[in-house]
Nanobody, 115 residues
Framework: QVQLVESGGGLVQAGGSLRLSCAAS????????MGWFRQAPGKEREFVAT????????YYADSVKGRFTISRDNARNTVYLQMNNLKPEDTAVYYC????????WGQGTQVTVSS
């Protein structure tokens, strides 16, 4: 099992930016796809973005297209989520996940966007 640790969350005003990081343990980080998900209060966890093992294929939820960018650095065992033009509806706990492994989730990092 891989250990995933998110960081970079915080409080930001609408229109601002944050960069989330997810550091993974293990030697095989570069062998699998990674994703970001989020869960707002009272709502189900939802998909945000995924990136293939090589970084060549990227997928985004419609709600974040054009504002968020997922990337990865396999040498650092880290996946990133650059979030620009943040909106209050982006407020949620953000989780990273190893795709294809149901139990491989990080502990989450809180993102709060004030209006």
């Amino acid at each position: 099992q891989v250990q995933l640790v998110e960081s970079g969350g915080g409080l930001v005003q609408a229109g601002g930016s944050l960069r989330l990081s997810c550091a993974a343990s293990g030697r095989t980080f570069g062998s699998y796809a990674m994703g970001w998900f989020r869960q707002a209060p009272g709502k189900e966890r939802e998909f945000v973005a995924t990136i293939s093992w090589s970084g060549s294929r990227l997928y985004y939820a419609d709600s974040v297209k054009g504002r968020f960018t997922i990337s990865r650095d396999n040498a650092r065992n880290t996946v990133y989520l650059q979030m620009n033009n943040l909106k209050p509806e982006d407020t949620a706990v953000y989780y990273c996940k190893r795709i294809g492994f149901p139990t491989d989730w990080g502990q989450g990092t809180q993102v709060t966007v004030s209006s």
